[in-house]
């Protein structure tokens, strides 16, 4: 086996356009990921407002029941099946996406499941003592979430919402399955192409590296000068 670094110079060009997808999905699906995952957190958490104490249990228990069902559902379904329904299943019922726009869904949708974990143990660790003094001031429900709960229970699941974040830019090679030009999309069809899978995939491997390594580094330092 030779090594062909013209290969390398004629890929090059297709590498960039499949990273620029690539960093796409993974932006995208992380907002996804995080916002849709704290909604689930909230809607598994926060009583119905508006109703009374003795109804609310029972109201409470009619959010979380389908919310549980919905979230462990997503969970415990590989991605792979979840972008070949949302792909191929979802058309037949008249309802259609690109195909990048459902990979971006898909992996949003997918991991929300997890950030929704993530942010569940953010709240738990909120000192009781916080809630308390809000109740003590009488904040609004809302107050209470927004300039008490929430900031201190973010704070404190940034380094493991970060590390899904890499979770997710290792799982978007998944996006090729339905004919998204990633960046192992890309690879895969010059390979096809040309008759040389060596050079492209090489560079698509060390690429995830010189990507994720970094980002792992940032999230330790992040992670100890949060703790401090």
Known sequence: MTWDWSAVGDFMPHFWDGLLVTLQALALGSVISFVLGLV??????????????????????????????????????????????????LPEWDITFSALTTGVVAIGLHYSTYTM????????????GQWEAATALSLPLARTWTAVILPQAIRR?????????ISMLKDTPLLMSI?????????RLYSQQHFQFTEPLTVIGVAFIVISYPASLLLRALERRLVR
Not at 40 to 63: C, I, K, N, Q
Not at 158 to 165: D, I, K, R, S
Not at 179 to 187: K, N, Q
């Open 40 to 89: 689930w957190a909230l809607l598994m958490r926060t009583p119905s407002m508006g109703v009374p104490p003795r109804e609310r249990s029972r109201a409470w228990g009619m959010v979380r029941w389908p919310v549980g069902v919905v979230t462990e559902f997503i969970r415990n379904t590989p991605l792979l099946v979840q972008l070949f329904f949302l792909f191929y299943v």
């Open 117 to 128: 974990q993530v942010y569940r143990a953010g709240i738990e660790g909120v000192p009781a």
């Open 157 to 165: 699941v940034v380094p493991a919402l970060g590390n899904y974040v």
């Open 179 to 187: 004919t998204v030009l990633d960046m192992l999309g890309e690879a």
